[in-house]
């Protein structure tokens, strides 16, 4: 029975949790490989735009709950969520039109469009608290629990119960989703096609009649709607607060380069093991010894690396090592 409750607590608090986060990383981290594999640039304003297709969200949802539109058990951000992201694709193509493409016209170095992509992620962020302000902001309603602790305990007998949030749920299937509908459009459609050619080469991509600007163009609306909803999962899961998404940009950017940045699974993949390895280092472990170990070795401390405040360090830590060792990434990504 001890053994149980120790599954269920680590259930519990690290892997649901890290499951959930790993694909809100993992769909950020698909749009930056994405950038980099066709654009040929590390896009810094990424979290930005993130928050700002997410602030766009919340917008309409809180009108949409003004007028009492509501979506039944799941969140009315789902309704709003499609203008969240046409909105930030018109913002993300206008971009590129007025800043980005002067750049690539002039065949500028990488280095050049990262140094570029900064200033407009500072655009981007002064924008998005301008807008909806720097507190936190909570938009997500419907129901809360799919299953809550106590009907747990009371199911299984059990002294851990195990609560499992709408939230995580929804985020995680609408990931799976997204992947599947993604990795369709790469490898299914015309114009998916064309965009793996011009990411593999771009000059007999050209060669080959692929119009470049659309490919561009289809690859920022894409990026576009995977930003605003890894950023939405990501505020209906926590809460909203512009800086936040600032600063998961260093998980995004630790996910795609660990997976292998250019890599579309490689993205999938970083964005799991960074999450895992942010809430496993984070974790407490004394409540899962307490249940394992005999009571004389029950341990007196939290059997904690590191706290909270310190899981943004994990990815960096993760992010050098990698660097250092196999740039390329796990699944051999184009080396940075």
């Not at 990383?25 to 930005?48: E, K, P, Q, W």
Request: proline content about 4%; aromatic content about 12%.
């Amino acid at each position: 029975m001890d053994l149980l409750n120790a599954l269920v607590a680590l259930t519990n608090f690290v892997i649901i949790p890290a499951a959930t986060y790993g694909s809100q990383l993992a769909l950020g981290a698909l749009g930056v490989t994405l950038i980099y594999g066709i654009l040929r640039f590390s896009n810094f304003a990424h979290g930005d735009t993130m928050a700002f297709g997410t602030t766009v969200t919340i917008l309409f949802t809180w009108a949409l709950q003004a007028i009492g539109v509501t979506f039944g058990p799941l969140p009315t951000a789902l309704l709003a969520l499609p203008l969240g992201i046409a909105a930030t694709a018109l913002l993300v193509l206008g971009t590129d039109r007025a800043v980005y493409r002067f750049y690539r016209r002039q065949k500028a170095a990488p280095v050049i469009l990262v140094i570029v992509s900064i200033g407009v992620m500072f655009i981007l962020n002064g924008l998005t608290r301008f807008i909806i302000g720097v507190d936190d902001q909570r938009f997500a309603d419907g129901a809360r629990f799919v299953i809550s602790a106590g009907d747990f305990k009371k199911m299984t007998g059990l002294a851990e119960g195990l609560a499992l949030r709408s939230t995580q749920v929804l985020t995680m299937v609408v990931a799976a989703i997204c992947v599947a509908l993604l990795f369709w459009f790469l490898n299914r459609t015309r114009t998916g096609k064309s965009m793996r050619a011009f990411s593999d080469n771009e000059d007999l991509a050209l060669l080959s009649g692929i119009n470049p600007e659309r490919v561009v163009a289809v690859t920022w609306v894409i990026v576009a709607a995977l930003a605003t909803i890894a950023g939405v999962l990501y505020g209906l899961d926590k809460s909203f607060k512009p800086f936040v998404y600032f600063q998961l940009l260093l998980p995004i950017f630790a996910a795609a380069i660990v997976g292998g940045l250019g890599s579309p699974l490689g993205a999938i993949a970083g964005g799991f093991v960074i999450a895992f390895s942010e809430v496993t280092v984070t974790y407490a472990f004394k409540k899962v010894a307490t249940y394992v170990l005999p009571e004389a070795l029950a341990p007196s401390g939290l059997l904690q690396l590191l706290t909270t405040e310190y899981k943004f360090a994990v990815s960096f830590a993760i992010l050098v090592i990698v660097l250092l060792i196999k740039p390329t990434g796990l699944f051999k990504g184009k080396s940075v």
